[in-house]
């Protein structure tokens, strides 16, 4: 190969090796960055100690000052689900699902099919055996899977504390993709940690032990 010949191959084909390349890479390091966060959750009892019997790791609704942590939570839910105005028969996807909770308790209160997907296997197992115990397998599907990765329409989709870990640079490629995803008349719900500061880099022991390349 001459000098020219391979300026001429870089330029024409490297561009887009190298974006495959880093997608690639990037998607294996949130596989693996979900799967031991997760794993240090489900095995640490600490976190039992202070989440609520359906685990959801994300703020609650407290309407009122007597509320305990499980009616906060179930009080967020039936927020979502008002919120989402889910018709008959649509289809909902929930991004990020956790343990669940979120899509079982869409599926209890809608005549609706609903799609969960998340990249930890303990939470995968869990959600598939918990649908299975409430007789809802032909109602709630769950997916081990990237939301990158889906190529399917919904009417409605929602998230509840995943976008914290899409990083900055990748909000646009998130809305994208939700765009994507969305059925013309389609309606989606983020729900995520805000701050009535200004934008600002993250606090490096947040960056270090609770989001790594996260945002918030």
Known sequence: WTGTYVR???RTYGRTYVRTYVRTCVRAY???YVRTYVRTIIFLSLYILFLDPKKQYSCGYFKNESDTLEEAQNNKI???IKKLNIKPNQKVLDIGCGWGSLAIDIA???????????????QFNHCVKKAKELNLENQVTFKLIDYRQLDEKFDRIV????????GRKFYK???KKIDKLLNVEGVSLIHTIGSVNPPRDPHPWITKYIFPGGYT
């Open 159 to 166: 998230s509840v504390g995943m976008f914290e870990h899409v």
């Open 30 to 32: 949130v596989r693996r």
């Open 173 to 175: 490629n998130f809305f």
């Open 108 to 122: 209890k209160s809608t005549n609706c099919e609903v799609t969960g997907i998340t990249l930890s296997e303990n």
């Open 8 to 10: 001429t191959y870089v």
């Open 78 to 80: 039936q927020h979502i």
